[in-house]
Protein backbone atom coordinates (compact mmCIF):
# COMPACT_ATOMS: atom_id res chain seq x y z
CA UNK A 1 0.00 0.00 0.00
CA UNK A 2 2.80 2.70 1.21
CA UNK A 3 4.77 1.62 -1.78
CA UNK A 4 2.12 2.28 -4.16
CA UNK A 5 1.15 5.83 -3.05
CA UNK A 6 5.04 6.62 -3.16
CA UNK A 7 4.87 4.91 -6.51
CA UNK A 8 1.74 7.59 -7.59
CA UNK A 9 3.94 10.38 -6.22
CA UNK A 10 6.44 9.43 -8.55
CA UNK A 11 4.15 9.09 -11.36
CA UNK A 12 2.66 12.47 -11.32
CA UNK A 13 5.77 14.41 -10.26
CA UNK A 14 6.88 12.88 -13.47
CA UNK A 15 3.95 13.51 -15.22
CA UNK A 16 3.72 17.56 -14.06
CA UNK A 17 7.45 17.89 -15.12
CA UNK A 18 6.90 16.51 -18.51
CA UNK A 19 3.42 18.72 -18.54
CA UNK A 20 6.17 21.42 -17.73
CA UNK A 21 8.82 21.31 -20.32
CA UNK A 22 6.09 20.85 -23.05
CA UNK A 23 4.64 24.14 -21.67
CA UNK A 24 8.54 25.35 -21.91
CA UNK A 25 9.01 24.66 -25.25
CA UNK A 26 6.31 26.66 -26.58
CA UNK A 27 7.78 29.79 -24.96
CA UNK A 28 11.39 29.46 -25.75
CA UNK A 29 12.21 33.70 -24.78
CA UNK A 30 11.30 32.80 -20.96
CA UNK A 31 13.06 29.66 -20.87
CA UNK A 32 16.04 30.12 -18.79
CA UNK A 33 14.41 32.09 -16.33
CA UNK A 34 11.73 30.03 -15.77
CA UNK A 35 13.45 26.94 -15.87
CA UNK A 36 14.83 26.78 -11.80
CA UNK A 37 10.85 27.30 -10.74
CA UNK A 38 9.55 24.94 -13.34
CA UNK A 39 9.29 21.47 -11.48
CA UNK A 40 6.66 22.37 -9.10
CA UNK A 41 3.84 23.21 -10.94
CA UNK A 42 2.78 23.70 -14.62
CA UNK A 43 0.57 26.47 -14.08
CA UNK A 44 3.36 28.70 -13.10
CA UNK A 45 5.32 27.65 -16.10
CA UNK A 46 2.51 28.69 -18.01
CA UNK A 47 2.75 32.34 -16.84
CA UNK A 48 5.72 32.59 -17.60
CA UNK A 49 5.92 34.47 -20.64
CA UNK A 50 3.75 37.07 -18.86
CA UNK A 51 6.52 37.36 -16.24
CA UNK A 52 9.18 37.88 -18.78
CA UNK A 53 7.03 40.69 -20.68
CA UNK A 54 6.75 42.45 -17.25
CA UNK A 55 10.51 41.89 -16.86
CA UNK A 56 11.35 43.72 -19.89
CA UNK A 57 8.76 46.77 -19.10
CA UNK A 58 11.52 48.65 -16.46
CA UNK A 59 13.63 49.21 -19.68
CA UNK A 60 11.50 50.39 -21.71
CA UNK A 61 10.50 52.91 -18.55
CA UNK A 62 14.35 53.71 -18.28
CA UNK A 63 14.53 55.38 -21.94
CA UNK A 64 15.16 59.21 -21.06
CA UNK A 65 12.00 61.01 -20.88
CA UNK A 66 12.46 64.43 -22.97
CA UNK A 67 11.10 67.03 -19.60
CA UNK A 68 14.31 68.40 -18.62
CA UNK A 69 14.78 69.75 -21.88
CA UNK A 70 11.51 71.86 -21.75
CA UNK A 71 11.36 73.29 -18.42
CA UNK A 72 13.56 76.66 -17.36
CA UNK A 73 16.59 75.79 -15.34
CA UNK A 74 15.34 76.15 -11.49
CA UNK A 75 14.77 79.52 -10.30
CA UNK A 76 15.64 79.13 -6.46
CA UNK A 77 12.47 79.95 -5.15
CA UNK A 78 12.74 82.32 -2.10
CA UNK A 79 16.94 82.37 -2.47
CA UNK A 80 15.94 84.38 -5.70
CA UNK A 81 13.64 86.22 -4.36
CA UNK A 82 16.32 87.83 -2.05
CA UNK A 83 18.90 88.12 -4.42
CA UNK A 84 16.85 89.67 -7.03
CA UNK A 85 15.50 92.73 -5.16
CA UNK A 86 18.32 95.13 -3.10
CA UNK A 87 16.49 95.86 -0.34
CA UNK A 88 17.57 92.80 0.57
CA UNK A 89 20.77 92.65 0.02
CA UNK A 90 22.29 92.57 3.57
CA UNK A 91 19.85 90.11 4.60
CA UNK A 92 21.55 87.70 1.54
CA UNK A 93 25.26 88.86 3.11
CA UNK A 94 23.93 87.13 6.16
CA UNK A 95 23.02 83.87 4.22
CA UNK A 96 26.44 84.38 1.96
CA UNK A 97 28.23 84.15 5.54
CA UNK A 98 26.72 81.11 6.84
CA UNK A 99 28.97 78.23 7.79
CA UNK A 100 29.48 75.64 5.11
CA UNK A 101 27.55 73.36 7.74
CA UNK A 102 24.21 75.20 7.30
CA UNK A 103 21.88 74.09 4.96
CA UNK A 104 19.80 77.20 4.33
CA UNK A 105 20.80 78.41 0.95
CA UNK A 106 19.54 74.56 0.04
CA UNK A 107 16.06 75.03 1.56
CA UNK A 108 15.30 78.30 0.40
CA UNK A 109 15.93 77.60 -3.04
CA UNK A 110 14.30 73.84 -2.92
CA UNK A 111 11.08 74.34 -4.86
CA UNK A 112 9.51 71.48 -2.92
CA UNK A 113 10.73 72.54 0.79
CA UNK A 114 7.30 74.88 1.34
CA UNK A 115 8.90 77.00 4.20
CA UNK A 116 8.01 80.88 5.15
CA UNK A 117 10.79 82.92 4.94
CA UNK A 118 10.85 86.53 7.28
CA UNK A 119 12.61 88.77 5.68
CA UNK A 120 14.33 91.86 6.64
CA UNK A 121 14.49 95.19 4.68
CA UNK A 122 18.48 96.37 4.88
CA UNK A 123 16.59 99.64 6.49
CA UNK A 124 15.53 96.87 8.59
CA UNK A 125 18.68 95.33 9.74
CA UNK A 126 19.91 98.48 10.15
CA UNK A 127 17.92 99.79 12.88
CA UNK A 128 17.93 96.54 14.74
CA UNK A 129 22.17 96.50 14.31
CA UNK A 130 21.83 100.38 15.91
CA UNK A 131 19.28 99.51 18.22
CA UNK A 132 21.39 96.44 19.76
CA UNK A 133 24.67 98.34 19.28
CA UNK A 134 26.21 95.87 16.98
CA UNK A 135 27.77 96.06 13.34
CA UNK A 136 27.06 93.80 10.46
CA UNK A 137 30.33 92.78 9.74
CA UNK A 138 30.83 91.61 14.00
CA UNK A 139 27.70 89.85 13.47
CA UNK A 140 29.12 87.71 10.34
CA UNK A 141 32.36 87.26 11.37
CA UNK A 142 30.78 84.84 14.74
CA UNK A 143 29.29 81.77 12.66
CA UNK A 144 27.16 80.50 15.33
CA UNK A 145 25.11 83.66 15.27
CA UNK A 146 24.98 83.84 11.55
CA UNK A 147 23.34 80.52 11.38
CA UNK A 148 20.73 81.04 14.26
CA UNK A 149 20.02 84.20 13.04
CA UNK A 150 19.05 82.65 9.58
CA UNK A 151 17.33 79.59 11.29
CA UNK A 152 15.09 82.88 13.56
CA UNK A 153 13.83 83.89 10.25
CA UNK A 154 12.48 80.48 8.36
CA UNK A 155 9.43 78.68 9.80
CA UNK A 156 9.18 75.16 8.43
CA UNK A 157 6.06 75.63 6.29
CA UNK A 158 4.23 78.38 4.59
CA UNK A 159 2.09 80.17 6.26
CA UNK A 160 -0.40 82.02 4.90
CA UNK A 161 -1.28 86.28 5.88
CA UNK A 162 -4.54 84.72 7.40
CA UNK A 163 -2.14 82.68 9.77
CA UNK A 164 -1.41 86.07 11.58
CA UNK A 165 -3.71 86.24 14.15
CA UNK A 166 -3.56 87.71 17.70
CA UNK A 167 -2.43 84.73 20.34
CA UNK A 168 -0.83 82.78 17.29
CA UNK A 169 2.47 81.93 17.30
CA UNK A 170 5.18 80.19 15.34
CA UNK A 171 8.31 77.70 15.52
CA UNK A 172 11.00 78.38 13.73
CA UNK A 173 13.70 76.58 12.49
CA UNK A 174 16.19 77.62 15.62
CA UNK A 175 17.73 74.54 17.62
CA UNK A 176 17.18 74.60 21.09
CA UNK A 177 14.53 77.40 20.53
CA UNK A 178 12.41 77.53 23.46
CA UNK A 179 9.04 79.17 23.77
CA UNK A 180 10.51 82.71 24.44
CA UNK A 181 12.03 82.41 21.12
CA UNK A 182 8.91 81.40 20.09
CA UNK A 183 6.98 84.14 17.11
CA UNK A 184 4.09 85.64 18.67
CA UNK A 185 2.08 87.19 17.01
CA UNK A 186 0.68 90.96 17.75
CA UNK A 187 -2.07 92.65 15.83
CA UNK A 188 -3.64 96.00 16.29
CA UNK A 189 -5.85 96.69 13.48
CA UNK A 190 -4.16 95.98 10.15
CA UNK A 191 -0.96 96.23 12.05
CA UNK A 192 0.48 92.98 12.45
CA UNK A 193 4.41 92.10 14.26
CA UNK A 194 6.05 89.37 15.39
CA UNK A 195 7.54 89.45 18.52
CA UNK A 196 10.33 86.82 19.80
CA UNK A 197 13.62 86.56 21.60
CA UNK A 198 15.16 90.04 21.70
CA UNK A 199 13.25 91.79 19.00
CA UNK A 200 9.58 92.43 17.74
CA UNK A 201 9.52 93.48 13.57
CA UNK A 202 6.38 94.25 11.65
CA UNK A 203 5.72 92.29 9.39
CA UNK A 204 4.51 93.91 5.47
CA UNK A 205 1.09 93.62 4.50
CA UNK A 206 1.80 91.76 1.64
CA UNK A 207 3.38 88.88 1.47
CA UNK A 208 4.52 86.83 -1.42
CA UNK A 209 4.75 83.23 -2.66
CA UNK A 210 7.61 81.81 -4.64
CA UNK A 211 7.51 77.89 -5.50
CA UNK A 212 5.96 77.11 -2.31
CA UNK A 213 7.25 79.47 0.11
CA UNK A 214 5.78 81.98 1.80
CA UNK A 215 7.80 85.10 2.20
CA UNK A 216 6.69 87.99 4.41
CA UNK A 217 9.62 91.51 4.64
CA UNK A 218 9.79 92.73 8.09
CA UNK A 219 11.50 95.92 9.64
CA UNK A 220 13.73 94.15 12.04
CA UNK A 221 16.53 91.52 12.24
CA UNK A 222 15.04 89.03 14.32
CA UNK A 223 17.36 87.84 17.02
CA UNK A 224 17.01 84.82 19.55
CA UNK A 225 17.02 85.39 23.16
CA UNK A 226 20.54 84.03 23.51
CA UNK A 227 21.87 85.29 20.55
CA UNK A 228 23.53 88.49 21.55
CA UNK A 229 24.12 88.79 25.21
CA UNK A 230 27.31 88.78 25.38
CA UNK A 231 28.58 90.58 21.66
CA UNK A 232 25.81 92.92 22.69
CA UNK A 233 27.53 93.96 25.97
CA UNK A 234 31.01 93.90 24.33
CA UNK A 235 30.05 96.45 21.97
CA UNK A 236 28.30 98.33 24.25
CA UNK A 237 31.45 98.97 26.05
CA UNK A 238 33.53 99.73 22.90
C1 LIG B 1 11.83 95.26 -3.06
O1 LIG B 1 11.58 95.17 -1.68
C2 LIG B 1 11.03 96.33 -1.11
C3 LIG B 1 10.98 96.15 0.40
O2 LIG B 1 10.14 95.11 0.78
C4 LIG B 1 9.66 96.60 -1.72
O3 LIG B 1 9.08 97.77 -1.20
C5 LIG B 1 9.80 96.73 -3.23
O4 LIG B 1 8.53 96.83 -3.82
C6 LIG B 1 10.54 95.54 -3.81
N1 LIG B 1 10.82 95.76 -5.19
C7 LIG B 1 10.40 94.95 -6.14
C8 LIG B 1 10.81 95.32 -7.52
O5 LIG B 1 9.72 93.96 -5.90
C1 LIG C 1 19.48 70.21 2.87
O1 LIG C 1 18.40 70.79 2.19
C2 LIG C 1 17.92 70.01 1.12
C3 LIG C 1 16.87 70.82 0.42
O2 LIG C 1 15.82 71.19 1.28
C4 LIG C 1 17.40 68.68 1.67
O3 LIG C 1 16.95 67.88 0.62
C5 LIG C 1 18.52 67.98 2.42
O4 LIG C 1 18.00 66.83 3.03
C6 LIG C 1 19.09 68.90 3.48
N1 LIG C 1 20.25 68.26 4.10
C7 LIG C 1 20.42 68.28 5.42
C8 LIG C 1 21.68 67.63 5.91
O5 LIG C 1 19.64 68.82 6.18
C1 LIG D 1 22.62 102.24 7.79
O1 LIG D 1 22.92 103.18 8.78
C2 LIG D 1 24.05 103.96 8.51
C3 LIG D 1 24.28 104.89 9.68
O2 LIG D 1 23.80 104.35 10.87
C4 LIG D 1 23.88 104.74 7.23
O3 LIG D 1 25.06 105.44 6.93
C5 LIG D 1 23.55 103.79 6.12
O4 LIG D 1 23.26 104.51 4.94
C6 LIG D 1 22.38 102.95 6.48
N1 LIG D 1 22.13 102.01 5.44
C7 LIG D 1 20.93 101.76 4.99
C8 LIG D 1 20.82 100.70 3.93
O5 LIG D 1 19.95 102.32 5.42
C1 LIG E 1 28.88 84.13 18.82
O1 LIG E 1 27.50 83.99 18.94
C2 LIG E 1 27.09 83.12 19.95
C3 LIG E 1 25.59 83.03 19.93
O2 LIG E 1 25.16 82.50 18.75
C4 LIG E 1 27.55 83.61 21.28
O3 LIG E 1 27.17 82.68 22.28
C5 LIG E 1 29.05 83.80 21.25
O4 LIG E 1 29.45 84.41 22.47
C6 LIG E 1 29.43 84.69 20.10
N1 LIG E 1 30.86 84.77 20.03
C7 LIG E 1 31.51 85.93 20.08
C8 LIG E 1 33.00 85.85 19.97
O5 LIG E 1 30.94 86.99 20.23
C1 LIG F 1 -1.96 93.60 -0.52
O1 LIG F 1 -2.84 92.97 0.38
C2 LIG F 1 -4.12 93.58 0.42
C3 LIG F 1 -4.91 92.94 1.53
O2 LIG F 1 -4.88 91.54 1.43
C4 LIG F 1 -4.77 93.44 -0.95
O3 LIG F 1 -6.03 94.05 -0.94
C5 LIG F 1 -3.88 94.11 -1.99
O4 LIG F 1 -4.40 93.89 -3.28
C6 LIG F 1 -2.49 93.55 -1.93
N1 LIG F 1 -1.60 94.31 -2.80
C7 LIG F 1 -0.77 93.72 -3.64
C8 LIG F 1 0.08 94.66 -4.44
O5 LIG F 1 -0.67 92.51 -3.76
Redesign the pocket.
Known sequence: MKFAIAALAVLLAVSYTAEARVLLADAPAAAPMAAASVPTTAPMAAAAPAAAESAAAPEVMATPMPVPQATPAPQGCALSFVQGNSSYSKFQEILNAAPSSS?YS??L??S??GITLFLPTNDGINATLTKFGLDLKGLLENQSLVDEVIAYHILPSPIEYAAFKEGYSFNTLLKGADLRDSLRVKRSGNVIKVAGGKTTATVGMNGSKVCMDSIFPINMLLLPRNSIESSSSTNVST
Request: charged share 15%; aromatic share 0%; proline share 0%.
Open positions: NNISDMA
